[in-house]
Nanobody, 124 residues
């Protein structure tokens, strides 16, 4: 079993930056593909970024490409999301998710472990 705990959310002005962290328990986390998703009020959950177990591969949707960077430190069992040039439309609850696989890419249903989420609010 893997437990995920997100942190680093908060209130920031448009154009600002935040760094989210996802701390994981469990020795096998370093072998899992990990991703960030977000959900804004009244909207469906949306994919934000994913990183392979080794950190050698990443993928982003166009909405955040060039502004967000996902990274991981397997020695610390932690995945990060650096968010720059934030926009009001980035406001959402951000969730970390892990898929117990080394496959790439990973489909949504393969993400078995989810955190509780951290709120990010970007003011205009």
């Amino acid at each position: 079993q893997v437990q995920l705990v997100e942190s680093g959310g908060g209130l920031v002005q448009a154009g600002g930056s935040l760094r989210l962290s996802c701390a994981a328990s469990g020795r096998t986390f370093s072998m899992y593909t990990t991703a960030w998703f977000r959900q804004a009020p009244g909207k469906e959950r949306a994919f934000v970024a994913a990183i392979s177990w080794s950190g050698s591969r990443t993928v982003y949707p166009d909405s955040v490409k060039g502004r967000f960077t996902i990274s991981r430190d397997n020695a610390k069992n932690t995945v990060y999301l650096q968010m720059n040039s934030l926009k009001p439309e980035d406001t959402a609850v951000y969730y970390c998710a892990a898929a117990p696989t080394r496959s790439w890419p990973v489909l949504l249903h393969e993400y078995k472990y989810w955190g509780q989420g951290t709120q990010v609010t970007v003011s205009s």
